[in-house]
T-cell receptor, first 109, second 114 residues
Framework: GQSLEQPSEVTAVEGAIVQINCTYQTSGFYGLSWYQQHDGGAPTFLSYNGLDGLEETGRFSSFLSRSDSYGYLLLQELQMKDSASYFCAVRAAGNKLTFGGGTRVLVKP | EAQVTQNPRYLITVTGKKLTVTCSQNMNHEYMSWYRQDPGLGLRQIYYSMNVEVTDKGDVPEGYKVSRKEKRNFPLILESPSPNQTSLYFC?????????????FGSGTQLSVL
């Protein structure tokens, strides 16, 4: 089966940088993606890494190392609106998509 | 507007009473899937569909059925709901070329089974 580990909670101040790590164990691997979910809302897609390296989208970047079964989401110049839960997800063999338990990010003024 | 539409938004029912949660997308996506979200457990995939008439089990399919008769619709059916199916449910779709990883989610259905 698949399993993903990510920290349960991270707290930081506005303007800071936060890194959310995600380690995974899967049978087969087809990529790592990240989602943001505000309280009471639906998850929204942030980024996808199919190959090793860094993907940058504005203030958010995502990194993947397939040899280490590890990735991270980097949130830069934190804003209050970034307070949310962040989920990593892995697509393994058979087109199943497995999500991590989520990291709650709390941004303080 | 491109979107995934789920109905109803909230549903309270009793054990054993069959129910259907509808999901429709207007983006012509081939891939659709259902998830349940429980506190501390993240999102768990129930079923997914790669195309019309093609469905497969996710990680937690027990107690659920799905059908994909048309590309745009992917209803979730609970034939005999039980209290342990009380959860927040999300439907999602994904465009081709994204490895089914770029998901567009519906607004969610909060289901309570008494």
């Amino acid at each position: 089966g698949q399993s993903l580990e990510q920290p349960s909670e991270v707290t930081a101040v506005e303007g800071a940088i936060v890194q959310i790590n995600c380690t995974y164990q899967t049978s087969g691997f087809y990529g790592l993606s990240w989602y943001q979910q505000h309280d009471g809302g639906a998850p929204t897609f942030l980024s996808y890494n199919g190959l090793d390296g860094l993907e940058e989208t504005g203030r958010f970047s995502s990194f993947l190392s397939r040899s280490d079964s590890y990735g991270y989401l980097l949130l830069q110049e934190l804003q209050m609106k970034d307070s949310a839960s962040y989920f990593c997800a892995v697509r393994a063999a058979g087109n199943k998509l497995t999500f991590g338990g989520g990291t709650r990010v709390l941004v303080k003024p | 507007e491109a979107q995934v539409t789920q109905n109803p938004r909230y549903l309270i029912t009793v054990t054993g009473k069959k129910l259907t949660v509808t999901c429709s997308q207007n983006m012509n996506h081939e891939y659709m899937s259902w998830y349940r979200q429980d506190p501390g457990l993240g999102l768990r995939q129930i079923y997914y569909s790669m195309n019309v008439e093609v469905t497969d089990k996710g990680d937690v399919p027990e107690g659920y059925k799905v059908s994909r008769k048309e590309k745009r619709n992917f209803p979730l059916i609970l034939e005999s709901p039980s209290p342990n199916q009380t959860s927040l449910y999300f439907c999602a779709s994904s465009p081709p070329g994204t490895g089914t990883q770029k998901l567009f989610f519906g607004s969610g259905t909060q289901l309570s089974v008494l």
